[in-house]
């Protein structure tokens, strides 16, 4: 009998983490998952695989806590999800960000060189690093121009991820992914924010939705769709680095007429703009090609932006209507 796959997955229990758990179980893989010790971790994405997956306590900031995670774990595919991965947090911690999102990068990739180093390795590089687009639509070769310390962060994990391929030879990938939302996406991101409340002004349990930039706009897509990809690259038997997306933009404004749409509410009835929610430097025009995530791993979007904004309003009412109960 062939040998069961281990994956390692750093960032396991966010968004993106828990569907990619999901997902190597079923294909029959050892899944551990990497979390900090902290007081604030929330387990809730992963509670209903907490008897399927094996948990290792270990810290982006900590070189020991990574090799003794994989010296447990074993791993023949590492997947390096975790991050600061709100964009507006960056710009009150960006020394911080810097040290998980970019520098932390280096110290799985070591402790990977020293532990396991025929695994595979794959990176959560993102749109982000595009920020002030020299070119629409971004793809592979597209020149970075980040606009925010998490974009300047993830810019040097792409790179010190490349850099570990080409001098040690070792199999790692980035996806550059555009942004990807889901039921499971935070509170604080825009989507969800509006999903959840067009869902809680829809039962009465809220009645004012604040927003900032209605013009801005980006690649949406869904998380449970783009992991797929991730898991892909990791199949190759070339490691490349590749853009994930629709290349369809959508601006925040249209998000919030479909989840309104859905939710049967009005938006003038219950929106208002607040300046202070824009970003300092607003990045403009995302839109990801993704035709070399096409041509090489035979993969597509099978998620509109349409259906995911109304499955997730769908998802929002069903859970806010439980919290009632």
Known sequence: MPERHSALITGITGQDGSYLAELLLEKGYDVHGMVRRSSTEKFDRIEHLRDKITLHQADLLDHRSLVDAMRAAKPSEIYNLAAMSF????????????????????????????????????????????????????????????????????????????????????????????????????????????????????????????????????????????????????QQDKPEDFVIATGTAHSVKTCLEVAFDQAGLEIDDHVAIDDSLKRPAEVDHLIGDPTKAKEILGWEPKTSFEQLIRLMVDADLKLLSAGRG
Not at 91 to 102: D, M, N, R
Request: glycine residues 6%; negative net charge; aromatic residues 12%.
């Open 87 to 234: 964009v507006a947090v960056s710009w009150i911690q960006p020394t911080l960000t810097a040290e998980f999102t970019g520098v932390g990068v280096t110290r799985i990739l070591e402790a990977m060189r020293e532990v396991c180093p025929e695994a595979r390795f794959y990176q959560a590089s993102s749109s982000e690093m595009f920020g002030k687009v020299l070119e629409v639509p971004q793809t592979e070769t597209t020149p970075f121009y980040p606009r925010s310390p998490y974009g300047v962060a993830k810019v040097y994990g792409h790179f010190i991820t490349v850099n570990y391929r080409e001098s040690y030879d070792l199999h790692a990938t980035s996806g550059i992914l555009f942004n990807h939302e889901s039921p499971r996406r935070g509170l604080e991101f825009v989507t969800r924010k509006i999903t959840w409340h067009a869902a809680a002004i829809k039962l009465g349990l809220a009645d004012k939705l604040q927003l900032g930039n209605l013009d801005a706009e980006r690649d949406w897509g869904y998380a449970k769709d783009y992991v797929e990809a991730m898991w892909l690259m990791l």
